[in-house]
């Protein structure tokens, strides 16, 4: 890319980021103030766009659990709501054909229920990228929301492979090969260590799976995904996603920008993408009342919706195919274009005040639950613990550690992911699913503990997560002591700031542990040093 556009691109990104909204949208915007002084997207940044989604699919599979797809509330409904949206919007298109309104006439009602087909995906693209930010991407509604997402994009493919006429190469059974060279790659990664080689094997099979795919007539994304799940029950899974996190990032700046730089719209095909994002909030309360019907929680359904509330870039590709075709006029990529745009911009801060928005309005939203609960979302029993410690990762199990060892029995730890949990179970630990974030488990874990909570430590990797649990403490009156980590000492004042009593820096902290963990192995051995 060219240095101008990446120049644009970070004051852009960097200017939306200081009023509280995601870079991507500065990305967008850079896009479109670059198509207007005259720069068009060309192969390369179609290059960079494409690597940035092939490259976010296969992180998304190495996170994916098979077995979550076929939860009713992500294959029954993805299918209804899809199957809803696209009769509602295929209507009400055709009839805007039918009253003659501009770029509506002449569509028939085959060619009114495509389109309606291509704006009923939400993308993945934003969703990853909003849930990673808030550190949510192991919630129960962020599963639920990547689940949604990935049948979508399962049914999008199956669409571009039977509108086109062509049907995947007979070569393509031989993808099932790959289930047996499996292992091969599993003893790959075990023997890449840790630094670039595991980089390049992620890049590797990232575009290996894309290339596989493609030679056999398949959407290459959709094999980044598969290569992605394949790996994906591998305990350095989790390293692999993080090493390709960077890389991800910086080719998906392009795939915002190339959004931006589609084209530029006439009034009218502005006043249509406007229409079309007007309806966006139909899309968002069908996904909660769907979702609520499934047993979940209030506010489990709002956070998955609001993430899926917008257009998606497989609208742009299931409108080119009915370009190509002949089915819908050129004018229409940059409709959609437009209003994937246009809500991708209302979405951020949406999302950002996701949980805000849950907390303002719960008395209202509440009355939608169903009379049961998900089994993931039942109340919470914290019995005789009196120190809580939530993110039961690297370093809230460390100190769930020192604090048992030092307090014994009275120790609880909680974390949102029930895989998590579920190891920690098998390997002795108190440990329950929770979410700190949700202000509904406060309720239920004061109004069921037997106990009293007298210390909680927040743990969590993402700071807006910690920041918002110790809002929720405070605004409940919590009596007892907070304490919370930080990785900088930004956010060591904000968490002091919110009422946490102590806040830990643990990069800064890490020699001081160090160091102190030796000085005791020292002391009376033979090489204490005096």
Not at 320 to 347: D, H
């Amino acid at each position: 890319m060219d240095p101008v556009w990446i120049a644009v691109a970070f004051i852009l990104g960097f200017a939306v980021r200081q009023v509280g909204l995601p870079p991507l949208v500065g990305f967008l915007a850079a896009g479109f103030v670059l198509h207007a002084f005259g720069v068009r997207g060309g192969e390369a940044i179609q290059e960079v766009s494409d690597f940035g989604v092939i490259l976010l699919l296969f992180s998304i599979g190495l996170k994916l659990r098979i077995k979550s797809l076929l939860r009713p509330e992500v294959w029954a409904g993805t299918s209804l709501h899809m199957l809803i949206t696209v009769v509602c919007f295929g209507l009400g298109i055709y009839g805007l054909s039918l009253a003659g309104f501009g770029v509506f006439s002449g569509l028939d009602l085959g060619t009114s229920l495509m389109l309606a087909f291509a704006l009923s995906f939400s993308s993945t693209v934003f969703a990853v990228k909003v849930l990673e930010e808030k550190g949510e991407m192991a919630s129960l509604h962020a599963r639920v929301a990547i689940g949604i997402l990935i049948m979508q994009d399962l049914i999008a493919v199956l669409f571009l492979t039977f509108s086109t006429g062509k049907l995947p190469s007979p070569w393509a059974f031989l993808l099932i090969g790959l289930l047996l060279v499996r292992p091969l790659i599993m003893a790959v990664i075990d023997r890449s260590g840790h630094g670039e080689l595991l980089i390049l094997l992620g890049l590797l099979l990232t575009m290996g799976g894309a290339y596989a795919f493609e030679i056999v007539g398949l959407k290459p994304d959709l094999g980044a995904l598969v290569l992605g799940v394949l790996v994906g029950g591998h305990p350095k899974a989790g390293e692999l996603a993080k090493s390709l996190l960077s890389f991800k990032d910086l080719f998906l700046v392009g795939f915002f920008l190339n959004i931006g730089l589609s084209g530029a719209p006439s009034l009218e095909a502005l006043g249509v993408a406007i229409l079309l994002a007007v309806v966006v909030p139909f899309k968002v309360s069908l996904f909660f009342l769907l979702l609520t019907r499934f047993t979940l929680r209030a506010r489990s359904s709002l956070l998955a919706s609001l993430s899926l509330a917008n257009y998606s870039e497989f609208g742009l590709i299931v409108g080119a195919v009915g370009v190509s075709s002949g089915w819908i006029g050129g004018e229409w990529l940059v409709i959609i274009a437009i209003a994937l745009s246009i809500t991708f911009v209302s979405a951020s801060p949406l999302n950002t005040a996701a949980h805000s928005i849950y907390a303002r309005f719960a008395e209202r939203l509440k009355p939608f639950e169903s009379k049961t609960y998900h089994p993931e979302e039942l109340p919470v029993e914290v019995g005789e613990a009196q120190i809580a410690i939530f993110g039961m990762g690297r370093v809230g199990t460390g100190a769930y550690d020192a604090m048992h060892e030092r307090y014994g029995d009275v120790v609880l730890g909680l974390d949102y992911d029930s895989v998590t949990v579920r190891e920690h179970q098998e390997a002795g630990r108190n440990v329950i699913q929770g979410d700190a974030t949700d202000p509904g488990f406060w309720e239920r874990a004061r109004g069921r503990g037997r106990g009293t909570v007298r210390l909680v430590m927040l743990a969590m990797p993402q700071h807006r997560a910690n920041m918002y649990a110790a809002k929720q403490l405070t605004a409940g009156d919590y009596p007892g002591l907070i304490a919370a980590t930080a990785q900088f000492p930004d956010e060591v004042e904000a968490l002091k700031k919110e009422g946490v009593h102590a806040a830990f820096n643990f990069f800064e902290g890490a020699g001081a542990g160090f160091a102190g963990h030796v000085a005791e192995r020292l002391e009376g051995s033979d090489h204490n040093v005096n």
